[in-house]
């Protein structure tokens, strides 16, 4: 289901073998290369691997040569290409610590996502929880037994209440059972436990928010194990790896990210504000770039184009004024020129004046029960409902009365008006006798 998304392109680099030895075997007349990889030298000549290092074979990554050798030693042969990075099986000390810098400001720097799988060599048992700059990227804290278990019994697996929340609506059906997995110790703050085994008291697929990126944590070691389940199994996991690849790639920043907030002013016209954050090869904030943006409203014939100038207080970052359209559809496309070479951005907006009341809302639930405290009422939720009619049942009940009286055919009236009229034929005659 991957492979069918046109959003999503993988590539992989396979390590086939750790270090091969050179022994003196008996081969081919004049063969003085890698066994391993007859068969695959290009036509430019054979592959430079050879004895004693590891052995690589890659996938989709022809136009990448910064996988030439292996894992990237340059951030920008990984920055700029990917937006998440899957590790299966693979030691810490195979890294370099220039390469787990890379890998650590892929995540904490750039935004990107790590997904790590488990395996003989993942997580405490490959020496992940020992190195220092690699563990603060594990969602657990080595507290346990580092290697790896084989349950005696399959364990299924299903989908957790936070991972039912981000709208993994994965069907109730039977789910395929893993033996092998890797052993997480306690969680650290924050973490998510998306995937729960269904069975035992182990934690499944977890996330935690590393920097600005994610890392998940899947100690699955047999996860090949749901290719060959029957075919609802097999449909229920491939459901599940794309929904979560495609979580955990989502909200990864690119080089250039466009934000377009509107304001409806009348029912005619409406307010634009622009907003680009550019990075450059490395996901530095990039203040160098130029942006500029052509808008054109629905049914005009031309339309505008203006430049958007770079932030005063934020690095790499271009907004402008308020912008004011006619309509209440407007397309927006951006440029930004970085280095001699542009891009091109495209966004839609659509504003309606009428349904601005009405955007957001939301049960402001302290709020209601502050007011139903102090008139004696109460707040019942959706579930409560059957239950209304039986409390109001109980409560006392209130008659409440309207009675409407003229303030003229008030008895005091008629005192208070009495008494004026004695005062004044007190005070007139008083007048009289001073007279």
């Known amino acids: 289901m991957i492979s069918k998304d046109p959003e999503l392109e993988l590539a992989a680099l396979l390590r086939i073998a750790k270090r091969e030895p050179q022994f003196q075997w008996k081969g081919r007349m004049g063969e003085t290369g890698n066994p391993l990889f007859r068969g695959f030298q290009s036509a430019e000549g054979p592959e430079p691997n050879g004895f004693d290092q590891p052995v690589f074979v890659r996938l989709n990554l022809e136009k990448n040569e910064g996988f030439s050798s292996g894992f990237p030693r340059l951030a920008k042969d990984l920055f700029q290409p990917f937006r998440a990075i899957i590790i299966d099986d693979m030691e810490a000390d195979f890294l370099t610590g220039e390469q787990k810098e890379i890998l650590f400001d892929f995540v904490t720097e750039r935004g990107g996502s790590l997904i790590l799988l488990g395996g003989q060599e993942s997580f405490s048992a490959g020496g992940w929880a020992a190195d220092e700059r690699l563990s603060r990227l594990l969602p657990f804290r080595d507290s346990i037994s580092s290697t790896m278990i084989r349950s005696g019994a399959p364990k299924p697996v299903k989908v957790s209440e936070s991972g039912k929340r981000l709208g993994w609506n994965l069907s109730e059906v039977k789910k395929p059972a893993f033996i092998s997995s890797n052993r997480q110790g306690m969680r650290k703050l924050a973490t998510r436990n998306l995937i729960d085994f269904a069975e035992v008291e182990e934690s499944g697929l977890l996330e935690i928010r590393v920097g600005k990126g994610k890392v998940f944590s899947w100690p699955v070691a047999d996860t090949w194990r749901a290719q060959l389940a029957d075919d609802t199994q097999r449909d229920w996991f491939a459901q599940f790896w794309s929904q979560f690849i495609r979580y955990a790639v989502t909200d990864v920043p690119t080089e250039v990210n466009a934000e377009v907030a509107t304001h409806a002013m009348t029912s005619k016209r409406m307010g634009l504000y622009v907003k680009a954050s550019v990075f450059d090869e490395t996901f530095k904030p990039d203040d160098r770039a130029a942006v500029k943006v052509a808008v054109k409203s629905e049914g005009a014939d031309e339309g505008k184009e203006f430049i958007v100038p770079l932030s005063l207080t934020e690095s790499g970052v271009f907004k402008n004024e308020e912008i004011t359209v006619s309509g209440q559809v ?76 003229p303030i003229w055919q008030s008895v005091w009236w008629f005192f208070l008006i009495a008494l004026m009229l004695l005062s004044e034929w007190w005070i007139r005659r008083k007048s009289l006798r001073l007279a």
Do not use: C, H, Y
């Open 330 to 405: 407007a397309t927006l496309q951006f440029e930004v020129t970085q280095g001699g070479e542009s891009s091109l951005l495209s966004r839609m907006v659509v504003t309606n004046p009428l349904s601005d009341e009405t955007a957001i809302l939301e049960v402001d639930d302290a709020n209601l029960r502050a007011i139903a405290e102090r008139s004696g009422g109460g707040v019942f939720s959706w579930e409560e409902l059957p239950k209304l009619l039986q409390q109001m049942k109980k409560q006392e009940r209130m008659k409440v009365t309207e009675t409407k009286e």
